[in-house]
């Protein structure tokens, strides 16, 4: 037992506090839709293809980068200074800022291959290898407070709750776009799922009742773990040793009026579910759920206070004893995970013919197995440079998590390539220590031109009805 819940609560625990306490950027999926004949815009709609180019890959690793970082608490709500004007955690600041309830969520996503070919004049073919993760974590202001701000004088109720909704996995994409007609494009991509890690829980909450240095313990403990030995045996703790199996189907549906003026597109991505095996994925969980337990509370104080033992011993063992109390049990167990169902909507027109001025919307929704479900809605404007060489784009994105986001943008094409960098919170940037929310994403994509449709003028390729050719 004692090896159980040092793993388990030092995992939740810190993932908490990492990613709590680094606001790093986070990947946004609505502003690349802004950007003119972007490949990423394929891996979110198969139906979405290039309509400049026989062949493209995205610069492999480099090709898009993205990670999101959102959630309802900020950095200055973690974060205080000290009287020596040092950066520090106080535990009253940090009470007096919490939410009831608090959430962090986390996605990030790696292409390491993207690539597309056409291979027919309807037809277009791609595939795709991906790392992604995503993470949310929900925890209590009790939870904190029970271990950062409980006096032995204090009685009362501690409703303690965290509940994480992690996975991280990769897959391996194939996808086929079909055009019908001239104004209508279908797409379907089929991937092949290889489970890495995940952490997941539906609820794990303990009311402790404390009266006079003891404790009155009701709850329940309720994980699943995929690729974490959380047995008491003495194998590593951490670390892939198994690839769990899964698949993903993303549809993706464009309309495209004929003088390109007017597009909209939906999609539905990662539905789909890894199947973790039993060898190496565990289920803990309370023996009796809800059965009422007594807990001495902690035992060790004298000796952190006299410096015989440090925090991490003492923070171990207490929960070593508070589960143990609790008749908890660790099982070894096959089990499913449902991939974070991913909903997109949008639109685009242009104001004149050579589509250099463009407004959008978009709308975007993630719903998460177990954790809360996720949305923002995005307004934009495109200007492409007559030369189609630059894009530049502003948005306005309302989000779950946060109303006022100015999102900012470029795209530059060159001779068989182009680079793009892209943030829907550009605000953040500037007063990242009340931020909520941050992202960007980077990428860089390599053409091959459509061939025997360009003719040149001005030095330039353009295709007979006014479209660059890279």
């Known amino acids: 037992m004692k090896s159980n819940s040092k793993t388990i609560f030092r995992a939740v625990l810190t993932l908490v506090l990492l990613i709590a306490g ?3 950027a986070t990947s946004q999926d609505n502003m690349i839709f802004l950007g003119r004949n972007t490949p990423q815009k394929f891996m979110i709609n198969p139906a979405l293809t290039p309509d400049n180019a026989r062949f493209f890959i995205s610069m492999p ?5 993205g990670t999101n970082l959102s959630g309802n608490i900020s950095y200055s709500d973690i974060f205080s200074l000290s009287s020596a004007n040092k950066t520090v955690i106080e535990p009253k600041h940090l009470l007096n800022n919490l939410k ?37 974590v929900a925890f209590s202001k009790d939870a904190v407070s029970f271990i950062m701000d409980n006096p032995l004088e204090r009685t009362g109720l501690f409703n303690i709750m965290v509940s994480p909704d992690a996975l991280s996995w990769g897959e391996l994409g194939i996808s086929y776009t079909q055009k019908i007609g001239k104004n209508i494009s279908v797409g ?3 991937k092949g ?3 890495a890690v995940s952490a997941q829980s539906d609820h794990m909450s303990i009311l402790a009742d404390k009266k006079f240095g003891s404790y009155t313990l009701q709850g329940n403990i309720n994980l699943l773990s995929g690729n974490l030995n959380l047995t008491d045996d003495d194998e590593d703790k951490f670390g892939i040793k198994n690839i769990s199996p899964g698949f993903g189907l993303d549809l993706g549906f464009s309309y495209v009026s004929n003088d390109k003026r007017v597009n909209a597109y939906a999609s539905a991505s990662d ?25 001495v509370g902690i035992t060790d104080i004298d000796n952190l206070i006299n410096g015989n033992k440090s925090f991490k011993d003492v923070f171990d063992d207490t929960f070593d004893e508070m589960t143990s109390a609790m008749g908890v049990d ?41 954790a809360q479900t996720y949305y923002e809605f995005t307004a934009g404007y495109t200007y492409s440079s007559p030369n189609k060489r630059w894009d530049i784009m502003g948005a306005y994105t309302y989000k779950s998590v946060r109303a006022f986001n100015i999102g900012i943008g470029g795209l530059y094409r060159g001779r068989g390539f182009e680079i793009f960098l892209m943030t829907d919170s550009i605000n953040s940037y500037f007063n990242y220590k009340t931020a909520k929310s941050a992202n960007f994403r980077l990428g860089m994509n390599f053409y091959c031109p ?3 449709k360009y003719k040149y003028k001005s030095g330039h390729k353009r295709q007979k009805d006014g479209e660059f050719i890279w």
């Open 188 to 190: 379907l991509r089929v």
């Open 61 to 65: 690793i480099l090709g898009s980068i």
């Open 450 to 452: 459509l061939a025997n």
């Open 330 to 370: 660790t099982v070894k167990t096959a089990f499913t995970s449902n991939l974070p169902l991913t909903l997109q909507a949008g639109g685009k027109y242009s104001f004149d013919k050579e589509l250099k001025h463009t407004v959008s919307v978009n709308a975007l929704c993630i719903l998460p197995q177990y």
């Open 22 to 24: 680094i606001h790093t």
């Open 193 to 195: 799922i290889a489970g």
């Open 100 to 136: 009831e309830n608090s959430y962090i969520r986390n996605i990030f996503n790696l292409d390491i291959v993207n690539l597309g070919f056409r291979i027919s004049k309807t037809g277009f073919m791609g595939i795709s290898l991906r790392a992604r993760t995503s993470i949310d």
């Open 271 to 295: 539905f789909g579910k890894i199947y973790w095996n039993e060898k190496s994925s565990t289920k803990i969980s309370s023996r009796t759920p809800d059965a009422k337990y007594e807990w």
